[in-house]
């Protein structure tokens, strides 16, 4: 974990360097962690100097909190049940994603 105040700097650093660059088919994401800058005038600075070394598709601004139950629930269910522990791992499952949208998680598996 970062301190948001270091969010622009290391962006800046990362770009200048090259390491946000997409080439070869491969990607590169930046997850941005709530508080994304103090007021509305530091976020949209923020946001301006991300999008001088990112693209808008490569930035995943996240709230932890959202998704600490999701991953609580999935955990439970693995882990408290007998018949999915033997098959939820790693060699049958190759991603989890969830989606939070108007209030609800999808859990999609």
């Known amino acids: 974990m970062v301190s948001a105040r270091f969010f622009a700097p290391i962006v800046q650093h990362l770009g200048k360097v090259g390491l946000l660059e997409e080439k070869d088919g ?10 994304f800058g103090t007021d509305l005038a530091s976020a949209k600075e923020l946001n301006s100097c991300i999008l ?5 598709t490569q ?3 996240i709230d932890h909190f959202l998704g600490k139950d999701t991953v ?8 408290a049940n007998a ?5 939820f791992r790693r060699e049958y499952i190759d991603n989890v994603h ?3 949208r108007r209030g609800r998680v ?4």
Do not use: D
């Open 72 to 79: 609580q629930s999935i955990l439970a269910v693995r882990f």
């Open 98 to 100: 969830g989606n939070h």
């Open 52 to 56: 001088k070394f990112a693209q808008e």
């Open 26 to 35: 491969n990607f590169r994401w930046l997850v941005i962690e709530k508080p």
């Open 106 to 109: 999808r859990r999609v598996l």
């Open 59 to 61: 930035v995943y601004r």
């Open 83 to 87: 018949m999915f522990e033997p098959i």
